[in-house]
């Protein structure tokens, strides 16, 4: 079964930094695009940074300089380096594949998967 476990939330201080890790498992033939998006309450989910195989970035405005996203494709594996964070940050942060393509029962298919989510809080 294909799954996405990410790690590295937690409590950090205002102006602190996280390392959010998010590692796709399975039988995984590609994946187009990986990405993390993330929630607060009462809020809509929304993106914060994909990144696609060949290495193509693209950050939501409110992250961009601050927000590292990347990838390591032999090992399914995005990070996103979250540094001089905010107490705005504070959000369930869940880990995206996109056209993610594995075989199962005979059968292929190509769907997006997301990760349970981990929390991430910024306060002092």
């Known amino acids: 079964q294909v799954q996405l476990v990410e790690s590295g939330g937690g409590l950090v201080q205002p102006g602190g930094s996280l390392r959010l890790s998010c590692e796709a498992s399975g039988t995984i033939l590609s994946i187009n695009a990986m990405g993390w998006y993330r929630q607060a309450p009462g809020k809509q989910r929304e993106l914060v940074a994909t990144i696609t195989t060949g290495g193509s970035t693209n950050y939501a405005d409110s992250v961009r300089g601050r927000f590292t996203i990347s990838r390591d494709n032999a090992k399914n594996t995005v990070y996103l380096q979250a540094n001089s964070l905010k107490p705005e940050d504070t959000a369930v942060y869940y880990c995206?594949?996109?056209?993610?393509?594995?075989?199962?029962?005979?059968?292929?298919?190509?769907?997006?998967?997301w990760g349970q989510g981990i929390q991430v809080t910024v306060s002092s």
């Open positions: 995206n594949a996109d056209r993610l393509s594995t075989y199962s029962r005979g059968y292929y298919y190509t769907k997006d998967y």
